[in-house]
């Protein structure tokens, strides 16, 4: 991975000439690779692709996103996912394949207006992305402090193998729940506790691509600087941390990148 | 055109005291607008001008959304208060006629086929107007759509040209724009060398046309500069290291 060049970038910006594979917010015209987006590009050896900075979210298949019942039809449920597509979560899911609209009554399980955590199922760009709540965590939320952040700033909230969200969890005594679509839900028994991890949630969203956050962080929260945290025993419940590990090297490069300039 | 003054004097210098091959003084600020998804505001000059991008977004009416494509919506609006006598905010003829070209200017920078069924709202609206204020539309308008995330090849920047006492001159100001013999806003993609707009307003011979696209062309390429600092200094601030390896090569 130290093999990896990285560079800030603006649209139009040449990356790298050469034979190198577009991943993510690049194009390729003859030989050359060029940004799309304004980040950090990284050339590695599988390819070369831009970490975008800004931007709203578009869904991809397997996100794990937080959304709004907006409205339902006899067979599904319409999502407001915070994204330029609203989604769908068929009846099917949750009442299994003999569904029927005639015996079943959808209200019971989703009203309108109520929030739901959910994993897209199937989405690619010609039609709406589809939902399933049939995963562990997954379904209604009945209660939390909800927020929204933009999506580009999901992977350092989460930090690098969930660390600066286990820090805010750890000092604020509360459960946070991230959806890739920015879309955060706060809960805990104190609500100082919620009150302050809100505070450093906004506070990470704002100052994402600042050098040496984790350290003023720490300070919001009063977090002792040296003991790095040692794994204790959470509940599954709702840390988002099956998801953090499969977005992991970006974030991972994210936070690198961000040392880097912190030792600058 | 009549002109009934001397726009250039014996020093060469302008009315507003610049060469011929100056450009008027032009600051961006990126992301005024907190509502937007992206935003800049240009000063042109005396041009003040706020651009706010808004999508991708879901299309209304939906009947207007393209299935391969996402649909770019302008809109270039003076305010009331914008010019020396009060102008009606309906949008007049030259409006819809500017929101137009600005859209054509815009598009082929923009990878719309990125997002399908999607449509991407820029509105453009002047606060205070000098001459020029298309291109200085358009300097904000690309810089806010960057702001934004939208996949883009290019930045688009803008810049106009014209002939003033027989003499080919940068970026046209109002008095010239009025008085002067004419007039050409050129929209310009620095990276892939490619003209996004080009029009004429008034005459030029074969010799003055090329002087002039030239001319414009190499403004556009300074205003690009200014919009790729502004976009820098918002998103990396004055990390001077990385920024410079990002710089062109």
Redesign the interface.
């Known amino acids: 991975m130290h093999d990896v060049k990285?560079?800030?970038?603006?649209?139009?910006?040449?990356i790298a000439e050469g034979n190198f594979r577009p991943l993510m917010?690049v194009?390729k015209s003859g030989s050359t690779l060029?940004a799309?987006?304004?980040g950090i590009?990284e050339t590695g050896r599988d390819g070369v692709k831009v970490i975008?900075?800004?931007?709203?979210y578009?869904p991809r298949v397997n996100d794990l996103v937080i959304g709004k019942i907006v409205d339902h039809s006899s067979l599904s449920w319409e999502v407001d996912i915070n994204s330029?597509?609203?989604a769908h979560l068929p009846a099917q899911d949750v009442f299994g394949r003999d569904f029927t609209p005639a015996r079943d009554d959808m209200s019971k399980h989703f009203a309108i207006g109520d929030m739901i955590t959910a994993r897209i199922m199937a989405f690619d760009?010609?039609r709406d992305p589809m939902l399933t709540v049939q995963d562990r965590d997954l379904g209604k939320i009945e209660r939390g402090e909800l927020l929204m952040i933009s999506a580009?700033r999901v992977p350092r909230l989460i930090g690098k193998r969930g660390s600066m969200i286990q820090m805010i969890e750890q000092a604020t005594q509360t459960r946070v729940l991230i959806g890739q679509n920015g879309i955060v839900v706060v809960t805990g028994r104190n609500p100082e506790g919620i009150k302050l991890a809100v505070r450093a949630i906004k506070m990470v969203e704002e100052e994402a691509?600042?050098?040496n956050l984790t350290q003023r962080i720490k300070v919001l929260l009063n977090v002792p600087d040296t003991p790095p945290q040692q794994e204790v025993s959470r509940a599954p419940v709702g840390t988002g941390s099956d998801k953090p590990q499969e977005i992991e090297s970006t974030i991972d490069e994210v936070e690198e990148e961000l040392e880097v300039?912190g030792e600058? | 055109m009549t002109q009934t003054r001397n726009l250039i004097d014996e020093n060469g210098k302008r009315t507003d005291g610049r060469t011929a091959d100056e450009l008027r003084e032009v600051k961006i600020t990126v992301g005024t607008v907190r509502n937007a998804?992206?935003s800049a505001f240009i000063e042109f000059g005396k041009n003040k001008i706020v651009a706010a991008v808004y999508?991708?977004?879901?299309v209304h009416p939906k009947h207007m959304a393209l299935?391969d494509r996402c649909v770019l919506r302008c809109r270039y609006h003076m305010s009331p208060f914008s010019t020396d006598t009060r102008k009606s905010p309906a949008p007049s003829r030259r409006e819809i006629e500017i929101s137009k070209v600005m859209r054509e200017a815009l598009e082929p920078?923009l990878?719309l086929e990125d997002?399908?069924?999607?449509?991407i709202d820029v509105y453009v609206e002047v606060l205070q107007s000098d001459g020029g204020s298309r291109c200085a539309g358009i300097d904000a308008a690309s810089v806010a759509l960057?702001?934004?995330?939208?996949?883009?090849?290019?930045?688009v920047a803008a810049c106009a040209a014209g002939k003033v006492d027989e003499q080919i001159v940068l970026d046209i100001n109002d008095t010239e724009d009025k008085e002067g013999g004419a007039d050409m806003p050129v929209a310009y993609?620095?990276?892939?060398d490619q003209v996004t707009l080009l029009q004429l307003d008034g005459k030029l011979s074969q010799e003055q046309f090329d002087e002039c696209i030239d001319k414009a062309i190499t403004g556009c390429k300074m205003v690009y500069e200014i919009q790729?600092q502004a976009?820098?200094q918002k998103?990396?601030?004055n990390?001077t290291?990385?920024?410079e390896?990002?710089a062109?090569?």
């Open positions: 990285r560079r800030y970038v603006i649209p139009g910006d040449k917010n194009v060029t799309t987006r304004i590009a975008p900075l800004s931007g709203v578009i330029c597509f609203s760009r010609t580009t691509h600042t050098a300039e600058k | 998804d992206g999508g991708p977004r879901e299935p920078a990878m997002y399908p069924r999607a449509a960057a702001d934004a995330g939208i996949n883009m090849r290019d930045l993609m620095p990276r892939l790729r976009l820098i998103y990396f601030g990390e290291e990385l920024k390896e990002a062109p090569q």
